[in-house]
């Protein structure tokens, strides 16, 4: 995600936009190395009017976790939307700017679960049954698949965030059940946060039919197969292949324009845009750039959506939400170019966000500044971010310091920041400073090589810390644990 932060000062200067091309280089397939992954395929009946949907979801899940399960959990992210959820879905300072007509809120319910042709209990866990534990009737052993139908419906809040709908669009983020991470032996369970985009799953692939009003358009995860129109009704159908989420924004106001990237197409799907042009060419500019600089962007299709959003922007795979909302241009631009960056950090490598959400934010933050260096013809460069991220970072530090008396500046897990405000500048803003330190302390070369190689190590993976530090002491031939450690502990002074 991005967070509204104007960045910096202008200054005017126009240089010549450098373009990497990422040539023609042999692509992953990703049809083979998509074969051994979970299918979702989701029958999605799309009312606009009420902003609500039937949906039908089979799972073909394929246990890869090298245990033996009698139970699979899955994430309800849309519970946390409900009446009745105490925790907020938006920090306490945002509530206005995502329910600008009055709080509302969402309804999920699950009507049906139905594992390998037999209908079962709908048994919920944890906090606001946010997780569905579906049980099975016999022990699914390593590499062995299962069939999995999730029946349920939803009404959408009117909350401008990753799952409502504003004025202008509606939001399909995190909709539907996705099957939890399993790790060290259990189902990562971990719920949802207001404070950053608190998610973890796994890559899979995506079925996608959604049936819908003609006159609208959407945006989404994947490759378009179809798109039917009978009268005043329309069939799209979708698919995504090795992907770790599915995405859609809908909305009847969207215009379209788009270019290709190398032999991605890049959509630009906006209202009211006379920058339109310059939004889709940063959106090319930027995969481009990371796919020259980290490795290239596998997929077809590459989506960038203004949208009504209290944030910044919000990423998600082939599609990312950027907030109708930022209205400084170069604000717009620097947007579009984090988000992009996230398709590498987040996207490709996935991690889980709720513990380090410092491993894809930090290092996506700091890719914005890396495109500067290659794009001289926008307005905001690596120095002036620099500079501005240690100036606020060091004014943050001196009023919480003098209002907390003690403050934690140690990069930690969404949910062990007190507020929003700690939460953004010790995982963005510090963040900028901790990659920067290590870019000045082993030389451009080596810093580039070392994401190069975590790239390529970890690439449709998740990654953890410990995968990050290896690339960087291989990258840099040192070992760089302390050096890490010392950052995300907090014990360095930055002046
Ligand atoms: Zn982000």
């Known amino acids: 995600m991005k967070k509204k932060f104007s960045i910096l000062i202008l200054i005017l200067t126009c240089f010549t936009v450098t373009i990497?091309?990422?040539?023609?280089?042999?692509?992953?397939?990703l049809d083979e190395l998509s074969a051994n992954l979970t299918n979702y395929t989701l029958k999605i009946d799309y009312n606009h009017e009420n902003k609500s949907a039937q949906i039908s979801e089979t799972i073909d899940y394929i246990n890869n976790t090298g245990d033996i399960?009698?139970?699979?959990?899955?994430?309800?992210?849309?519970?946390?939307?409900?009446?009745?959820?105490?925790?907020?879905?938006?920090?306490?300072?945002?509530?206005?700017?995502?329910?600008?007509?009055?709080?509302?809120?969402?309804?999920?319910?699950?009507?049906?679960?139905?594992?390998?042709?037999?209908?079962?209990?709908?048994?919920?866990?944890?906090?606001?049954?946010?997780?569905?534990?579906?049980?099975?009737?016999?022990?699914?052993?390593p590499n062995e698949r299962i069939a999995i139908v999730i029946e349920f419906s939803f009404t959408l809040p009117n909350c401008e965030h990753r799952y409502g709908y504003g004025e202008n669009s509606v939001n399909l983020g995190n909709f539907y059940p996705i099957a939890c991470v399993y790790e060290n032996g259990e189902f990562n369970?971990?719920?949802?946060?207001?404070?950053?985009?608190?998610?973890?799953?796994?890559?899979?692939?995506?079925?996608?039919?959604i049936e819908l009003n003609s006159a609208l358009t959407v945006a989404h995860t994947g490759d378009c197969l179809s798109n039917t129109s009978i009268n005043s009704d329309k069939t799209m159908i979708i698919s995504a292949k090795m992907v770790r989420d599915f995405a859609l924004v809908i909305s009847d106001k969207f215009e379209i324009k788009s270019l290709n990237a190398g032999d991605t197409k890049v959509n630009y799907y906006y209202f009211n845009d006379e920058n339109a042009d310059k939004s889709l060419q940063a959106g090319v500019d930027a995969i481009n750039t990371f796919s020259s600089l980290f490795g290239d962007y596998p997929y077809k299709t590459f989506s960038i959506v203004k949208t009504d959003f209290v944030y910044g922007g919000m990423e998600y795979p082939n599609l990312v939400m950027i907030s109708a909302d930022v209205e400084n241009i170069d604000d717009y631009m620097n947007v579009i170019i984090h988000e992009t960056a996230h398709q590498w950090w987040y996207g490709i490598i996935g991690n889980d966000e709720y513990k380090?959400?410092?491993?894809?934010?930090?290092?996506?933050?700091?890719?914005?500044?890396?495109?500067?260096?290659?794009?001289k013809g926008y307005n905001l460069t690596h120095a002036q971010m620099v500079d501005a991220c240690k100036a606020n970072y060091t004014l943050f530090v001196s009023v919480y310091t003098d209002v907390l008396g003690n403050l934690d500046t140690s990069?930690?897990?969404?949910?062990?920041?007190?507020?929003?405000?700690?939460?953004?500048?010790?995982?963005?803003?510090k963040g900028v400073l901790m990659?920067?330190?290590?870019?000045?302390?082993?030389?451009?070369?080596?810093?580039?090589?070392?994401?190069?190689?975590?790239?390529?190590d970890n690439k449709y993976t998740n990654a953890t810390p410990e995968?990050?530090?290896?690339?960087?002491?291989?990258?840099?031939?040192?070992?760089?644990?302390?050096?890490?450690?010392s950052w995300l502990s907090g014990k360095v002074i930055i002046r």
């Open 467 to 485: 995968k990050l530090i290896n690339a960087f002491s291989k990258g840099s031939g040192s070992d760089m644990n302390n050096f890490f450690n």
């Open 69 to 141: 399960l009698r139970t699979i959990k899955f994430h309800l992210y849309p519970q946390y939307f409900e009446e009745g959820a105490t925790e907020l879905v938006v920090s306490s300072t945002k509530l206005n700017d995502a329910y600008p007509n009055g709080m509302s809120y969402g309804n999920f319910e699950i009507s049906r679960v139905n594992v390998n042709g037999a209908d079962c209990p709908i048994e919920y866990e944890g906090d606001y049954d946010a997780i569905l534990n579906v049980n099975l009737s016999s022990s699914l052993l």
């Open 435 to 456: 990659y920067d330190s290590l870019y000045n302390l082993i030389g451009e070369k080596n810093f580039l090589s070392a994401l190069e190689t975590y790239y390529n």
């Open 189 to 209: 369970t971990s719920p949802y946060n207001a404070n950053g985009d608190p998610f973890y799953s796994d890559m899979a692939n995506y079925y996608v039919e």
């Open 20 to 29: 990497f091309f990422s040539g023609c280089k042999k692509h992953d397939n």
């Open 356 to 375: 380090y959400p410092w491993l894809d934010e930090a290092l996506t933050e700091y890719s914005t500044l890396l495109f500067y260096d290659k794009n």
């Open 411 to 429: 990069m930690r897990a969404v949910n062990e920041y007190a507020t929003e405000p700690e939460y953004t500048y010790c995982t963005y803003v």
